[in-house]
């Protein structure tokens, strides 16, 4: 199974696990064109894929299929993504369900778009204009694409926001076998649709999630307007009170925030306490591992820590990184989540970074960690 095989697969699970019709809406560009071309086979599956004329038709209808109920996806590489972005943030504002997949590739501009690399991960976090937060969800592996993929659709429904999922070039065609799985034990994804217009308010929330109502247009007694203007907390009406502004942002940001009550546990590969935690996310997965695995059986106090979520960073994550003495974080970029780690935890992460368009092997992460050891005993 390919990587982009296996989110196409998930976005069919999602899907089927929600009860919606699946809307895909792209236009082709290396690596991601496979996705569209899989899922035009499985139209018997409820789920309509189109080809746009542009990268911001392709998001803009997927923004208009969630806003008419269905489950709204988009897929792309950094190029498009960058063309997107504008069209993210109207989704950021009207608070609904769409799911974003960049499978990153070489940049900048048209760059490598045959080669790997890791560096949209502030553009994703950061990309858009505005205090314009959305969740980030990263695969590490092609069959890993699956899960990302049902959970990424979980988790727009269930808060009503946009959510990026990365991906890349050595995932997106990388091949790994994978076991189907058991559909039957796979979770539904639950939706709600509202149908009550008693005491109906387009912003009103769920007090724990804070994600506002899922109305389907057309409904009797729910006519609302929504688009990219600030709007009233409550009415939705549009609205350049200054105080009312301030409030909306800070909702819309804790509303993302309030996306790490759902993780479970981080976990580690190795002590949880050491000399030296790897920390890593993405296709680096595999790499970092075996590098980690083989250090310790040499009798290393090294440790890996490799993370789905990067916005927002899991609760635990500070713990962790406080137990070890040193923090590596190997990329391919110029050290764009140790920005994030450093300033966020203030802990003095070193980087290791590769920007060749190739991934890491094992052997160099290997020879790169035992310097720290090196180091250490000096």
Sequence with gaps: MTGNEAIAYGMLAATKLSGLKGFLGSYPITPASDILHELSKHKNFNFITFQ??????????????????????????????????????????????????????????????????????????????????????????????????IEAAQMAIRYMTPVMLLSDGYIANGQEPWLIPDTKKLKAIEVSFRTDPTGYQVYARNEKTLARDWVRPGTPGLEHRIGGLEKDSLTGGVSYDPINHDKMVRTRAEKVERIAQDYP??????????????????????????????????????????????????????????????????????????????????????????????????????????????????
């Design 52 to 149: 746009a004329e542009d990268e911001i038709a392709a998001v803009a209808s997927a923004v208009g299929a969630a806003f008419g109920g269905n489950l709204g996806f988009t897929t792309s590489s950094g190029p498009g993504i960058a063309l997107k972005q504008e069209a993210i943030g109207l989704a950021v504002m009207t608070e609904l369900p769409l799911v974003v997949i960049n499978i990153q590739r070489g940049g900048p501009s048209t760059g490598l778009p045959t080669k790997t690399e890791q560096a949209d991960l502030l553009q994703a976090i950061c990309g858009r204009n505005g205090e314009s937060p959305v969740p980030v969800i990263a695969a590490s592996t092609p069959s890993d694409c699956f899960e990302v993929a």
């Design 265 to 378: 546990a981080t976990k580690v590969n190795g002590d949880r306490k050491g000399e030296v935690l790897v920390l890593g996310w993405g296709s680096t997965y595999g790499a970092i591992t075996q590098a980690v695995d083989t250090l310790r059986a040499r009798g290393r106090s090294i440790s890996n820590c490799h993370l789905r979520y990067l916005n927002p960073l899991p609760r635990d994550l500070e713990e962790i990184l406080r137990g070890f003495k040193t923090v590596i974080i190997p990329e391919l970029n110029l050290g764009q989540l140790r920005m994030i780690i450093r300033a966020k935890y203030l802990v003095d992460a070193q980087g290791i970074n590769k920007i060749q368009g190739k991934p890491f092997k094992v052997s160099e992460l290997i020879n790169r960690f035992e310097e720290y050891f090196h180091g250490n005993r000096s």
